[in-house]
């Protein structure tokens, strides 16, 4: 099989000079990292084991099943940061682009709605347009903890709207940790069915659990076959070794590229089904490493757009970036000859869009390199449910190895408690009276304002 | 009036110690960018009178006028980094969140595709979405240079599309430089409309021209308040001095930022209409600022969600970032006490999802400013025209005070040529033979490659 072809040749010193890995490091590196996986394979961390546990997968069907038959229009998922960000890359890459807009493109179908924030403007918008229907919405609530503020405060909101239809528990699944938290509590007193995050695996590397799968589910995506690319991953890492394994290859690169000043981590997809992978892995990356005074900034740029907003910073700003690119495109779009009066434009006419895609691709790729920005390429020969369980996996893998490098713990996030604590405490939460003075006395303290 | 409040106290070396700015440095920054503008007075950028002049509003009017007594269905708007990002950012603003998902919402006006990439699997969806409702779509195709690839072959194939649907010419408007390229000759020989970018104003400048206004006005936003907003701004930065003037205080923290270790530069809107807002601003620092080994490198977060996601790096990551905070909140979305059974979440019940937006807003600042993460924020009283012109103009002229403390040329961006010119030779086009036998050489270099 050839699924997902890694290029790493402009990312070499040989490419792109002094900014590029030299051999010896990447060797060195890759024998690290290799070490490491031996340990590893005796006791691997939960999230590594899921393509092969198909945790949940009959509950999931089950419900799923159920839920189809509710004849559900509208699918309302309550989460944020890992809880969301797994489901809407999923969406994104294996749904229709204009799904939500155009009910021919929905095969029966619900339109989604992912609610990742509280901003009530929008809160407002999407009650507003749930509202005639929400005898036909079907709400997943999904907090690891059960206790992000976030989500619990906008299930109390739909919860009242839900009750307010005959029939709302059939259409009502909460997705959480197997025995602690306030959704345990809830569904237990309601009524309502619950999924769960197996124990150990967080929220940040729990797309392959019913966190990103049940919703998926209840799309009509195949979850098995995203499984079931997770799963070749998986075995692709433990067959191939060194530079041959992509796992290894690219967490070396990534790591090198971090530590010769290149802290800044650009993803920049040529496939807009993809955009919002980037921001997945931004997720998963800076969470991950930003701690202990480490980590690269993933940013996100997205191809061609982004050659007309980021480019010239690549090219011509400093050396402090190294640019993943992705890229993939299949459908074909010929480009008429409509002005076959101008003799400028002919070298488009009678092509293909994609030709010129692949081409802007391609010329991106070696203006970066003559600059000599490392940069590499990931090319998948299809956006399929397989590719991307595939490629969850990898960069999950990718991010666990650059902890071990950067000897930082990867699933852990210490430095977002402090902010939870103040939120909690500028809103009168009970016990945090202490905090409370603290915040008060920041809120109080003399600003610097200028006014406009 | 007090429509846009800045608080740079979490800025200062009093509020982050050595990771913030100093008064001197401030002091002195204050007194260039004071001198440089006096100067500039006398000779202003062409971008710096657009408020006052008003360009081509009377012609605006007249065909976003005409436009709206054809009753179309469907603006589809073809343009690429600044001739896309301007209206996407108002769009995001001004319109309803579901503007194109739902009819109710849309108040009479059309949905919107503005097609800023050539993704084939995007075109192929939104041009499947169109034909059915040709004859209702109306066309703007934006390029200041009139030469765009991307943008032109897009128009082959719409103008193709378009011919099919009778009296099609009263639906295309052409927005292109005032002399040269290929949609002025487009224009002449197929009698479409043209309205321009006037002399000297710069693709990532031209929001507040037809590029950005016209789009605007067919979807009945009043693009005069927009314009007096940004006139508002343009006369706020004449008015006042030193640390008074919003424009110097934060050209002069954004530039100190960079000079002193910080060269990522966070834009992070807790409000999701002003989320394209960070995109805008990402192009106009980011083509501006990047060359000659310098420039910031900007990149996008989103309140509250990328608390989930990026807080953690920002507090224990490296310390090479500061972040800059957009807050607005004004809708009421109470929540209601749903579960009176869990005291855990009593603090929660009978609050507004903006009382919790806004203290994870404080939060998130206190906690950045106490692990010395230096912040800056802009409080807008309400995302509106007159407040979205005023942003436009203050963060292009922090843009243009920044390029002569960094001494380089923000109009310019001479590091994207070269792969312009490589897709041009990879396609083929007449007279770049010579650089087609170097991009094919680069084509079958042999590669280091891993394959899953």
Same mark, same amino acid.
């Given at each position: 099989?050839?699924?997902?072809?890694?290029?790493l040749?402009?990312?070499?010193?040989?490419?792109?000079?002094?900014?590029g890995?030299?051999?010896?490091d990447?060797?060195?590196t890759?024998?690290?990292?290799?070490?490491?996986?031996?340990?590893?394979?005796?006791?691997?961390?939960?999230f590594?084991?899921?393509?092969?546990t198909?945790?949940?997968f009959?509950?999931?069907?089950?419900?799923?099943?159920?839920?189809?038959?509710?004849?559900?229009?509208n699918?309302?998922?309550?989460?944020?940061?890992?809880?969301?960000?797994?489901?809407?890359?999923?969406?994104?890459?294996?749904?229709?682009?204009?799904?939500?807009?155009?009910?021919?493109?929905?095969?029966?179908?619900?339109?989604? /709605?992912? +609610?990742? $924030?509280?901003?009530?403007? =929008?809160?407002?918008?999407?009650? !507003?347009? %749930?509202?005639?229907?929400? &005898?036909?919405?079907?709400?997943?609530?999904?907090?690891?903890?059960?206790?992000?503020?976030?989500?619990?405060?906008? /299930?109390? +909101?739909? $919860?009242?709207?839900?009750? =307010?239809?005959?029939?709302?528990? !059939?259409? %009502?699944?909460?997705?959480? &940790?197997?025995e602690?938290g306030l959704?345990?509590?809830?569904?237990?007193?309601?009524?309502?069915?619950?999924?769960?995050?197996?124990?150990?695996?967080?929220?940040?590397?729990?797309?392959?659990?019913?966190?990103?799968?049940?919703?998926?589910?209840?799309?009509?995506?195949?979850?098995?076959?995203?499984?079931?690319?997770?799963?070749?991953?998986?075995?692709?890492?433990?067959?191939?070794?060194?530079?041959?394994?992509?796992?290894?290859?690219?967490?070396?690169?990534?790591?090198?590229?971090y530590?010769?000043?290149?802290?800044?981590?650009?993803?920049?997809?040529?496939c807009?089904?993809?955009?919002?992978?980037?921001?997945?892995?931004?997720?998963?990356?800076?969470?991950?490493l930003?701690?202990?005074?480490?980590?690269?900034?993933p940013?996100?740029?997205?191809?061609?757009?982004?050659?007309?907003?980021?480019?010239q910073?690549?090219?011509?700003?400093?050396?402090?970036?190294?640019?993943?690119l992705?890229?993939?495109?299949?459908?074909?779009?010929p480009?008429?000859?409509?002005?076959?009066?101008?003799?400028?434009?002919?070298?488009l006419?009678?092509?293909?869009?994609?030709?010129?895609?692949?081409?802007?691709?391609?010329?991106?790729?070696?203006?970066?390199t003559?600059?000599?920005?490392?940069?590499?390429?990931?090319?998948?020969d299809?956006?399929?449910?397989?590719?991307?369980?595939?490629?969850f996996?990898?960069?999950?893998?990718?991010?666990?190895?650059?902890?071990?490098?950067?000897?930082?713990?990867?699933?852990?996030?210490?430095?977002?408690e402090?902010?939870?604590?103040?939120?909690?405490?500028?809103?009168?939460?009970?016990?945090?009276?202490?905090?409370?003075?603290?915040?008060?006395?920041?809120?109080?303290?003399?600003?610097?304002?200028?006014?406009?």
């Amino acid at each position: 099989m050839k699924t997902i072809t890694m290029d790493l040749s402009c990312a070499l010193a040989e490419a792109v000079g002094e900014n590029g890995i030299h051999e010896n490091d990447l060797r060195l590196t890759l024998g690290k990292i290799s070490e490491y996986y031996t340990k590893l394979l005796a006791r691997p961390f939960p999230f590594m084991t899921l393509p092969s546990t198909r945790f949940q997968f009959d509950e999931m069907y089950a419900l799923a099943d159920k839920a189809s038959k509710t004849n559900i229009r509208n699918l309302v998922i309550l989460g944020i940061g890992g809880s969301s960000l797994g489901t809407q890359t999923i969406f994104d890459a294996l749904l229709h682009p204009l799904h939500n807009q155009e009910e021919r493109f929905r095969e029966g179908r619900p339109r989604y /709605f992912i +609610l990742d $924030n509280i901003d009530p403007h =929008k809160m407002t918008a999407v009650v !507003e347009t %749930i509202i005639p229907e929400i &005898d036909r919405t079907f709400l997943v609530v999904i907090s690891k903890s059960g206790e992000t503020p976030e989500t619990i405060s906008q /299930f109390m +909101l739909f $919860n009242e709207l839900m009750k =307010k239809s005959a029939g709302y528990r !059939e259409r %009502i699944v909460l997705i959480t &940790d197997m025995e602690q938290g306030l959704l345990n509590k809830i569904a237990q007193k309601e009524g309502y069915p619950v999924l769960n995050l197996p124990p150990g695996v967080g929220g940040r590397f729990s797309v392959l659990t019913p966190v990103g799968l049940f919703p998926s589910a209840i799309m009509g995506i195949n979850i098995k076959k995203m499984s079931d690319g997770a799963a070749g991953m998986a075995a692709h890492i433990v067959r191939y070794d060194a530079e041959e394994n992509m796992a290894f290859a690219l967490a070396a690169i990534l790591y090198l590229m971090y530590k010769n000043g290149k802290p800044i981590h650009v993803i920049m997809p040529y496939c807009e089904r993809l955009a919002a992978f980037a921001d997945w892995f931004r997720q998963l990356e800076a969470e991950s490493l930003g701690k202990k005074g480490l980590g690269p900034t993933p940013t996100k740029s997205v191809g061609v757009t982004d050659q007309h907003s980021q480019l010239q910073l690549y090219v011509e700003g400093p050396k402090d970036k190294c640019i993943v690119l992705l890229y993939s495109a299949t459908s074909e779009v010929p480009i008429p000859d409509s002005f076959d009066y101008l003799e400028d434009v002919s070298y488009l006419a009678n092509k293909d869009m994609k030709d010129l895609f692949h081409a802007e691709f391609q010329g991106t790729r070696l203006s970066l390199t003559e600059s000599g920005t490392p940069n590499l390429s990931l090319t998948l020969d299809e956006v399929s449910d397989y590719n991307l369980g595939a490629l969850f996996y990898l960069f999950e893998m990718v991010t666990t190895f650059m902890g071990h490098l950067l000897s930082v713990n990867p699933f852990d996030q210490p430095g977002v408690e402090q902010g939870k604590i103040y939120t909690k405490a500028i809103m009168g939460k009970k016990g945090f009276e202490k905090e409370r003075e603290h915040t008060d006395k920041f809120l109080a303290s003399p600003v610097r304002q200028v006014i406009f």
